[in-house]
C-alpha cells in the first residue's frame, strides 16, 4: 500500500486564493469600521441561536435579521435573544438579498450546508457556516468549489472552534517546536450521551416532521461521525498537517434502534510517514460521564487536547495543565467580527470542506465494512 500523502492541492484540479488578504476596513463594508456588523441568522435552532447570542453580546456585531423554516423557531430565536424587532425570513434567499445585512451565520441542518453557504458566497457576504461542510463527498466538494470563486475581501470561516481556541493553538504550538519530540501516534475520541431526542410536531408534514428531526436521518446528518466527530478530525488535519492515506473500523447500533445511524464505532487510521491514529466515539454513554478530545504521544511526552483544558505530559510526575478560560466558539466568533472589521479575512472552505471529508472516508469503511483508501474513495 502506498504511503505517499494526499494534499489538499490534489483534492481540486484548482485552488482557493490565499487564506488571507488584507484590505482596508472601509472597502469590507463600505462604512466606517467601527460601526456594528450587521449578522442574519439562517437556522434558528439551538445551535444557531448559540452561535447568535456570542454574536449579539459583542459590541461589534448585531443579529439584525433571522431566517427558518419554521416560525416558531423564528419566534424562540427572538425572544431568546431578546431581539428588537429585526428582519424576519422564511426563505433564506430573501435574507441574502438584504442589501443591509453585512454577514451571515449559517446553522441549518448539515445537508443544506452546502447550498447555502453556495448562495451566500454569491451574495457576497461575509459567513460563519457550522460544521460540517456537508454530508457527502459531492456536498463538500461543491463547498470547495464555492470558496474558490469566493470574493477575497469577504471572510469564510467555519464553526470548528478548536482551530481558534487558545489551549488548542498552545498545544499545536508545542508540538510543532518539538516540545513532545517526534510524533509518533495520536488518537481521538468523543464518548458521551445521546444528544438529540426525537419528538412529534403535530400538524407538520412527514417530509416536515423529518427535518424537524433531521439528526436521526443519516441522509440530513451524515450520521454522528460527520456531524459531530467531524470535530476531531479537523484538529488531527491540523496538527497533523495531512490527510490520512487509509482507515478501516467497525460501528452499529446497540441502543439507538429507532434512528437511522449508529451509535458507537471504532477506527483505525494510517496517516502518512507510519503514524497509526485510532478514533472511537460513541452516544450510548449514560449522562454523567463524557470523554472528548486528542491525544499526540510523542518520544518525549503527551499532549491531551480538550475544549477545556491542553494537558502536557512531560515525564514521571511531571504534568501540566492550561485550562480554557471559556468556551471557545466565543474565540472563534469574535475573531470572525475581528476579520470582518480589519480586512484580515480568512477563506477557510477548502480546509474544512476536506476535514469534513476525513470523517467521510471513516464512515465509509463503517458501512462497507472494508478498508478505505482516500485516494480510492476520492479520486485524488
Same mark, same amino acid.
Given at each position: 500500500?502506498?504511503?505517499?500523502? !494526499? ?17 482596508? &476596513?472601509?472597502?469590507?463594508r ?12 439562517i ?30 423557531r423564528?419566534?424562540?430565536?427572538? %425572544? ?7 428582519? %424576519? ?8 438579498g ?6 451571515? @451565520? ?5 445537508? /443544506?450546508h452546502?447550498?447555502?453557504? +453556495? ?32 470574493d &477575497? ?8 472552534q ?11 504550538? *508545542?508540538?510543532?517546536?518539538g ?22 410536531? !403535530?400538524?407538520?408534514?412527514?417530509? /416536515?416532521?423529518?427535518v ?5 436521518? *443519516? ?12 470535530? =476531531? ?7 497533523? +498537517? ?5 482507515? #478501516? ?22 496517516? &502518512? =510517514? ?5 478514533f472511537?466515539? =460513541?452516544?450510548?454513554? &449514560? *449522562? ?13 511526552? #503527551? ?5 477545556g ?7 514521571? =510526575?511531571?504534568?501540566?495543565?492550561? /485550562?480554557?478560560? *471559556?468556551? @471557545? ?6 475573531l470572525?467580527?475581528?476579520? @470582518? ?8 472552505? +477548502?480546509?474544512?470542506?476536506?476535514? %469534513? ?10 458501512? /462497507? ?12
Amino acid at each position: 500500500m502506498s504511503n505517499s500523502a !494526499p494534499t489538499r492541492r490534489s483534492v481540486l484540479t484548482a485552488t482557493i486564493p490565499a487564506a488571507f488578504t488584507i484590505v482596508k &476596513p472601509q472597502s469590507v463594508r463600505g462604512s466606517q469600521a467601527n460601526s456594528q456588523v450587521a449578522v442574519g441568522l439562517i437556522g434558528s435552532g439551538g445551535r444557531g441561536t448559540h452561535d447568535a447570542r456570542i454574536t449579539h453580546a459583542d459590541a461589534r456585531g448585531r443579529i439584525a435579521a433571522v431566517c427558518d423554516r419554521f416560525s416558531d423557531r423564528i419566534d424562540q430565536a427572538i %425572544t431568546t435573544l431578546k431581539l428588537d424587532k429585526p428582519a %424576519t425570513y422564511t426563505d433564506f434567499e430573501k435574507l441574502l438579498g438584504n442589501p443591509s445585512i453585512d454577514a451571515v @451565520i449559517i446553522a441549518t441542518p448539515p445537508f /443544506e450546508h452546502p447550498r447555502m453557504l +453556495e448562495a451566500a458566497v454569491d451574495a457576497r457576504k461575509h459567513i460563519f457556516c457550522e460544521k460540517p461542510a456537508g454530508v457527502d463527498t459531492e456536498g463538500c466538494r461543491r463547498v470547495i468549489r464555492a470558496g474558490r470563486r469566493a470574493d &477575497p475581501k469577504k471572510c469564510l470561516s467555519f464553526g470548528y472552534q478548536q482551530r481558534y481556541g487558545p489551549v488548542y493553538l498552545e498545544g499545536f504550538r *508545542r508540538l510543532k517546536s518539538g516540545e513532545i519530540g517526534e510524533l509518533a501516534t495520536a488518537r481521538g475520541y468523543w464518548i458521551s450521551a445521546d444528544p438529540f431526542t426525537r419528538r412529534e410536531y !403535530p400538524g407538520l408534514s412527514e417530509e /416536515e416532521q423529518k427535518v424537524r428531526n433531521w439528526f436521526c436521518y *443519516r441522509d440530513l446528518s451524515g450520521d454522528f461521525i460527520v456531524e459531530q466527530d467531524c470535530h =476531531n478530525f479537523d484538529v488531527l488535519h491540523w496538527f497533523l +498537517e495531512g490527510l490520512p492515506v487509509s482507515v #478501516t473500523g467497525y460501528g452499529g447500533r446497540k441502543v439507538r434502534t429507532s434512528m437511522d445511524l449508529m451509535d458507537h464505532l471504532s477506527l483505525s487510521f494510517q496517516w &502518512p =510517514n507510519g503514524i497509526a491514529v485510532n478514533f472511537e466515539a =460513541n452516544q450510548l454513554t &449514560p *449522562r454523567g460521564y463524557s470523554k472528548v478530545g486528542e491525544e499526540f504521544t510523542g518520544t518525549k511526552g #503527551t499532549l491531551i487536547t480538550s475544549r477545556g483544558s491542553l494537558v502536557h505530559h512531560k515525564g514521571p =510526575n511531571d504534568m501540566e495543565r492550561i /485550562e480554557s478560560k *471559556r468556551d @471557545i466558539t466565543v474565540d472563534a466568533i469574535e475573531l470572525f467580527l475581528t476579520r @470582518i472589521l480589519s480586512g484580515d479575512v480568512e477563506n477557510v472552505a +477548502e480546509r474544512s470542506a476536506l476535514s %469534513t471529508m476525513i470523517a467521510i472516508l471513516g464512515r465509509t469503511a463503517l458501512y /462497507e465494512r472494508k478498508e478505505v483508501t482516500w485516494k480510492g474513495l476520492f479520486g485524488a
